[in-house]
């Protein structure tokens, strides 16, 4: 019988051991074995908390989704100013997070989008992080904008953060973060300009 308070220490132990595995050797070879050999348990454990490696990716993939609403939400939350392009700066932000960035997570992210075409739970989660992204792009924007072009310009920018993203993530280089930043912003400001021009 498993100790009290195990399984959540488990579930991240096999969730970090995933992605070291597919940062270290892709999601094709990142086998449970290997994965329950990176974790140090047996391969029964991790049948027994995701009952197979979808399983896993999945709970892997909440845990990254969880660490970008929470980048996002910390920064907005220490916003001193309340002001769309404030909130709006956030969120970029957010979504260049360092739990984002990172040589593991942007593996596993190109890996789940991957596998998203093929497996209904994990599609299921690719739309949520998608309409999550431009919903709240989309009403920031329409605090400054009429309906029709901030719906255009919540859509221009989560191409242009998913862009900026994936190019980097396949260049197999370290992400640049600040690079990646002043571009979102320059496209951001030109979108509120509209606002006011």
Known sequence: MPKVGMQPIRRSQLINATLEAVDQVGMGDASIAYIARLAGVSNGIISHYFKDKNG???ATMRHLMQALSTAVRERRAALGDDSARAHLRAIIDGNFDD??????AMKTWLAFWATSMH????RRLQRVNDHRLYSNLCCEFRRVLPQEPARAAARGLAALIDGLWLRSALTGTTFNARQALQIAYDYLDLQLAKATG
């Open 99 to 104: 739990s984002q960035v990172n040589g593991p």
């Open 56 to 58: 896993l990716l999945e």
């Open 119 to 122: 497996q209904p739970a994990l």
